[in-house]
């Protein structure tokens, strides 16, 4: 029987996002892929570092002390650019760090992403700026892991995940009004489609599974009332009263939820991701991720008007990138 992997949390991550690969990618541009393939070779039994999603990945898998081993809760599956031979590196560096993570796709330069429906992935992870974008466009889940601090701290075993809502969360339809009538104009749609929940964005499936596994949690903490839960989710917007309002109803109208919601009205997102020190935090905009990254792990979603994408663009995802 072949293994199921609906009802769990499916996370394909790059190399480049699990881990640090500033040397090999320096060895790489200067000299070429035959350089790198030998770098790779000669340095197969040394780990590599922790990337900016190494602390979010690894508390993930982390939960699957919640089920039996024969049926986890989550999987993460290695999406990578590498071919077999160099990917070698990359797996026995997983194996290095203790991550339980078995099953890998390497596609020697080609877009890796095009796989994430054949392991109905809820999210794809990496620092590639061109693939993330692509994937995107082709109405799959990712974000790009921008070169932000690390949240690590060992004796911490919470997993806290961080969401901005349009472009993210749900659709960009209010931010294109927003961007072509200003803020009046903005607030008024939305107050008078309070009640009109928004179309799902590309993250709104990840928010759905993390609430699965947060239920998991809340029925270990009924059997075990000394259980602590670990995973908290948090929505922080631009958004503030009276466009609040909508965010929520549509959060309800999905059948998902987050513990703890900043209404922020333009005040700087860094401020809050400073002391809530999220282990991934998800925008859609580089202008908000600059101010979060000095803080926090931060995640650029290239969704929407914002991005400049639209629904008539159709990317061409077999194409082979020299960047490995």
């Not at 690969?21 to 393939?37: D, I, P, Q």
């Not at 008024?188 to 499936?205: I, K, M, R």
């Amino acid at each position: 029987m072949s293994y199921d992997l609906t009802g769990r949390l499916v996370i394909g991550v790059a190399s480049s996002a699990l881990f640090d690969l500033t040397e090999s990618g320096r060895v790489f541009r200067e000299h070429g892929e035959a350089a790198y393939r030998d770098y790779q070779e000669e340095h197969r039994d040394d780990p590599l570092r922790p990337g900016v999603a190494f602390p979010f990945i690894r508390r993930l898998l982390a939960l699957n002390d919640l089920m039996p081993p024969d049926d986890p809760l989550v999987e993460v599956i290695i999406l990578s650019r590498n071919n077999p031979e160099t990917g070698l590196r990359v797996m026995r560096s997983v194996a290095s760090h203790g991550l339980a993570i078995s099953r890998a796709v390497f596609t020697q330069g080609r877009a890796p992403f095009v796989f994430m429906p054949a392991f109905a992935m809820s999210l794809f992870l990496s620092a590639d700026e061109d693939d993330v974008r692509r994937a995107v466009a082709a109405g799959l889940p990712a974000g790009r892991v921008l070169e932000s601090a690390m949240v690590d701290d060992p004796d911490d075993q919470e997993v806290r995940v961080a969401f901005d809502f349009d472009g993210v969360l749900a659709d960009d339809q209010s931010e294109r009004i927003f961007q072509g009538s200003g803020l009046p104009s903005f607030h008024e749609y939305e107050t008078s489609h309070a009640e009109l929940p928004h179309a799902p964005g590309p993250l709104q499936d990840f928010l759905t599974n993390l609430n699965r596994i947060q239920q998991v949690e809340e029925n270990r903490r009924r059997e075990d009332p000394s259980y602590r839960l670990r995973v908290q989710v948090s929505l922080i917007t631009a958004r503030n009263a009276p466009s609040h309002e909508r965010a929520v109803r549509s959060l309800k109208a999905w059948g998902v939820q987050v513990n703890e919601a900043f209404f922020l009205g333009g005040v700087d997102k860094g401020t809050v991701t400073s002391i809530l020190r999220p282990h991934l935090f998800f925008d859609d905009q580089v202008s908000h991720l600059q101010s979060t990254s000095r803080f926090a792990p931060s995640v650029h979603v290239p969704f929407g008007v914002t991005n400049g994408s639209s629904e008539s663009d159709e990317p061409d995802p077999t194409g082979v990138s020299p960047h490995l």
